[in-house]
């Protein structure tokens, strides 16, 4: 019951896509949680993150071990592909890797401009969540599963176009005048 008050007080990530104000912060959630979850919820709560552990393991929440199951396909499939393309191999052990998420890694890699294969995979992300989420909207795996959701939007955040291209500009320029800085000497 009490993670239906958690939850309905939660605003919608549905339409939020990333750009803008954030409609609540990852510390804010976490402070609400805390009000809602046991220790055991709490504990499972603060151990989601969007990069899984590199051994699976139970962390408590199917959720939570599906999510983690299938970054982790992604990750390596993306390490095989671009592997591939320098001419390397790379060898996923004991990782049976889906034709489908090897199909979605080479289209990421084969996409001309860094910016479009991040959106191509955060698409895919989100994807996964919705294939993933519980039934019950007001259950344990909800609360999970909107952790995710606010993380992996979060992250979405942080691409900004305008701050990688003078990001890009200030190391070119830094390489081009021989300095560290990207100011002239």
């Not at 151990?47 to 552990?53: E, F, H, K, Q, W």
């Not at 034709?99 to 289209?107: L, N, P, R, W």
């Not at 701050?163 to 500009?169: A, D, E, H, I, M």
Request: net charge neutral.
């Amino acid at each position: 019951m009490s993670q239906y008050y958690l939850l309905s007080q939660l605003p919608a990530l549905e339409p939020y896509d990333g750009k803008g104000q954030m409609p609540i912060t990852e510390e804010r959630f976490q402070e609400n949680c805390s009000r809602f979850l046991g220790a055991k919820e709490m504990a499972i709560l603060n151990s989601i993150s969007l990069i899984p552990p590199k051994e699976e393991k139970p962390s408590g929440s199917r959720l939570v071990d599906a999510w983690n199951h299938a970054e982790r396909q992604l990750r390596l499939a993306l390490a095989m592909v671009r592997a591939g393309k320098m001419g390397k191999t790379y060898s996923a052990v004991n990782e049976g890797i889906p034709s489908d998420v090897m199909q979605v890694a080479s289209t990421a890699v084969d996409q001309a401009d860094p910016m479009s294969a991040e959106d191509y995979l955060n698409r895919y992300r989100m994807d996964i969540l919705n294939r993933i989420r519980p039934e019950d909207s007001f259950s344990e795996e909800a609360v999970y599963c909107y952790a995710l959701r606010l993380k992996l939007l979060e992250r979405i955040r942080l691409f900004d176009a305008d701050r990688g291209r003078k990001s890009y500009q200030k190391i070119y320029t830094s390489i081009l005048n021989g300095s560290g800085t990207g100011d002239k000497v």
